[in-house]
């Protein structure tokens, strides 16, 4: 049995995965390593039934232990506050782990051999890291009913206070202030840098400096700075770093075989993000990793808490929701246990499982999201793909029986 000698901070969630969750724990976790878990009911019902502190302990324990790995959760709806009778529409609770920790999300996808990717160059993955603070998500907006001035007006603490015209309005319009911190962004730029240097993969940072000349142009002096502070680090590591106007990016992603880190501001890591996840194939195959600034880590599926299919398992109904995601939360999160605390065969482990559930996948034995990209179907037949505790028991299977 191998031993951890620190916590995971673990995090459960609602739906179909929490019914995922505790079949990769008991079947691929519990049998093989002595982990000590500091266990947090995130589910709906507990948030609720806690006014939602238990998120904020989950976020401070998290802090303390260094890791956790979170289940996927529901952000209610309005509609959900009714119908579930909530006390009130509980913020995301990623969205609480993320202001605790400041940190940046890395999303990155996970490549089997014989799941085709729609671009035809991407042979490794690539990792979007998105800035997670400010911009048009925390920007004031107001529509401007006619013919006026609008100016931005800056009073500083001390001094003279600063004017700058932004539109002479001779009829109806709207308009947006936007801003972002200094602070923010160096985090931001930081977490990207510590990253890469994990991952040992390059980083590409893009903008439109070229037409923002003081916003734009701010975040692609902070990396410049960040970047050359840590150049003897990144030479060592055989990383490099390169700006590229955003446009020009998009069209050179598309070209790309991957393998590196593309940092995004807000609304490009946004809309960028899903086209990455798109283009490699299934939602189920996304991870996504939280890195604060202090190095505190978070992994968890990039996925949602698939809803349709957990109505079909209440309904009775066999579902094949695919795993693939959660389980490599649960590897990254040990593998990040087993670095920090110095015990390779923790990080190791983690190794043998993701070989197992690729070893799965690449024997033909997947989840039907899978199926229908492998044999380009919509309807695959039903001989080609397995159950969600089909697939669970598979790779259990494969744990144990690898000679590794
Ligand atoms: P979702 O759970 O990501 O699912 C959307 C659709 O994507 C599914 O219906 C399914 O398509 C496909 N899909 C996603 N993950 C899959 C998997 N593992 N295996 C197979 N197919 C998968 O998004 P949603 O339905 O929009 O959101 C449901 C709830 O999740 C919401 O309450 C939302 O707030 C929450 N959410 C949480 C997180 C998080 O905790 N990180 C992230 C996003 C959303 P088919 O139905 O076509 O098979
Ligand atoms: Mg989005």
Redesign the pocket.
Known sequence: MIRARNPLVEMD???M?RIIWRQVKEQLIHPFVDVPLEYYDLGLEHRDATDDRVTHEAARAIRKHGVGV?C??????IA?VAELKLKKAWP???GTIRSELDGTVFRKPILAANVPVAVRSWRKPIVIGRHAYGDIYKATEMSVPGAGRMELLFTPASGAPERRLVHEFKGPGVVMGMHNTEKSIRSFAQACIRYALDERIDIWFSAKDTISKTYHTFFKGVFAEETERRKGEMAAAGISYRYLLIDDAVAQIMKHEGGILWALMNYDGDVQSDMVAAGFG???MMT?ELVSPEGCYEF??????????YKDHLAGKAT???????IFAWTGALRKRGQLDKTPELSAFAGKVERSVLGCIEEGVM???LARLVHNANEPARNTWVTTEEFIAAVAKRIASSGE
């Open positions: 969630g609602d739906q995965t979170k996927a959760t529901i952000t209610p709806s959900q995301s609770p990623n299934s939602l189920g996504s968890e599926a990039a996925h949602g808490t698939v809803a349709r299919h094949s929701t695919n795993s693939v995601a959660t989840t039907k999201d």
